[in-house]
């Protein structure tokens, strides 16, 4: 399928409230636990329950085929409840995403209602020990074998890998790299887990390594040896924007906690909301949250017309989202004092969570030199990107 058969996604209004009823209900109170022990089962049937898990899926394909403003409303909102339950919105999606842009007709038809439904939970497995923003270190190998490919490599820093019942692993073939859905059960593929992760703890890290597994032809996801230019892409494209409606997440999450925490402490006789720097602190959080949050609609109004100006505005929204969300974070563990520094504080999971999002899905480095690139290649869309909040929520 060519990027000039895709229609634009009909833009809808974001269903706010319920993703919000949602998240208070089922995420926010359990994420100190999920922190501690990872997303459990009843957590993902109940995304599944609500059709989260296929929020991005066609409906034709048993997905809810929501545009991309109300799903990146649906991840900040996740991710203002818990970081890793937002990671398995991320990766479940970059999956479901991929084979619904470049599977077979097999492929969509066997996995994708599947995927929507959460009977199958996804992980993406692109990144190596010497292979994370540079592909062309990518050392993870597929052999020609009759039938079909052996893999061989080890995959690390794999979020969800530990619950995941398909991969989307990347391997090197002949002139390039090729994408391949590989079952959980395959043989030769064994997860180990990875502990001890600054942050998003809960999102069930592991690694994967992949020991002579025999794969079907049917198993390459697009095309031979232009995986990662193609399916990686795409798969990208997505996590970036998740990530980056999730930081907004984030730093809503800290607004909130910070705003309450001040309406209670008293400190020189005063509650500490009436004194000046603390009201500085709490207004840059709002207008980052504000900021973030525009940017982020903006990339979504933009994503829903396949406009040409979308990878732009998704990569300078993850930007400027993570570093508020640092921000944010930040400030959030300096207003509650010594309670903000321990684990099992909200403020301290806020903190850890938000320096791993100007890491994961492109790092804030990288994007400095992407972005950079893209204004110089075409700098008259800067002045273009607002025009897209006109179409929000029409």
Not at 39 to 59: F, Q, S, Y
Not at 70 to 97: I, Q
Not at 264 to 269: A, D, E, N, P, V
């Amino acid at each position: 399928m060519s990027a000039e058969t895709l229609a634009p996604v009909a833009p809808g209004p974001p269903d706010t409230a319920r993703f919000r009823e949602f998240v208070d209900r089922v995420v926010a109170p359990r994420a100190a636990e999920i922190d501690r022990t990872g997303v459990p089962t009843d957590v993902v049937r109940a995304l599944a329950a609500e059709g989260h898990l296929g929020a991005g899926v066609a409906v034709a394909h048993g997905g809810a085929g929501l545009g991309a403003v109300p799903l990146g409303v649906l991840h900040e909102e996740v991710g203002r409840g818990c970081s890793s339950v937002r990671t398995l919105l991320t990766v479940h999606g970059m999956v479901a995403g991929a084979v619904e842009r470049w599977g077979s007709a097999a492929q969509r038809a066997d996995l994708l209602p599947r995927l929507a439904r959460g009977e199958v939970l996804g992980a993406f497995a692109l990144s190596e020990e010497s292979a994370g923003s540079d592909p062309s270190t990518l050392v993870t190998s597929a052999e020609p074998v009759p039938g079909g490919y052996r893999l061989t490599g080890v995959k690390r820093w794999i979020s969800m890998a530990l619950a995941a019942d398909v991969l989307l692993v990347f391997a090197r073939t002949g002139d390039g790299i090729t994408a391949f859905l590989v079952p959980r059960d395959t043989p030769g593929l064994r997860v180990v887990p990875i502990d001890g992760v600054l942050g998003t703890r809960g999102g069930l890290m592991g690694e994967v390594r992949l020991d002579g597994c025999r794969v079907p032809s049917g198993a390459v996801l697009g095309p031979v040896d232009r995986g990662f230019m193609t399916v990686a892409a795409t798969a990208l494209e997505f996590g970036r924007y998740s990530v980056a409606s999730g930081c907004v997440g984030i730093a809503q999450a800290c607004l909130d906690a910070s705003l309450e925490h001040t309406d209670r402490r008293w400190q020189g006789g005063a509650l500490i909301r009436d004194h000046q720097l603390i009201r500085r602190l709490v207004s840059a959080m709002a207008t980052d949250v504000a900021a973030a949050r525009l940017l982020c609609r903006q990339a979504g109004a933009l994503r829903e017309r396949n406009d040409l100006a979308a990878p732009l505005a998704t990569w300078t929204a993850k930007y400027f989202a993570a570093a508020a969300a640092n921000r944010a974070a930040r400030e959030t563990v300096q207003i509650h004092g010594a309670a903000g520094c321990f684990d099992g504080h909200p403020a301290a999971r806020y903190y850890r969570d938000a320096k791993v999002m100007e890491i994961i899905e492109g790092s804030t480095q990288i994007q400095e030199i992407v972005i950079a690139d893209l204004v110089r290649q075409d700098r008259h869309r800067l002045a273009e990107l607002p025009d897209a909040l006109m179409s929000v929520g029409r």
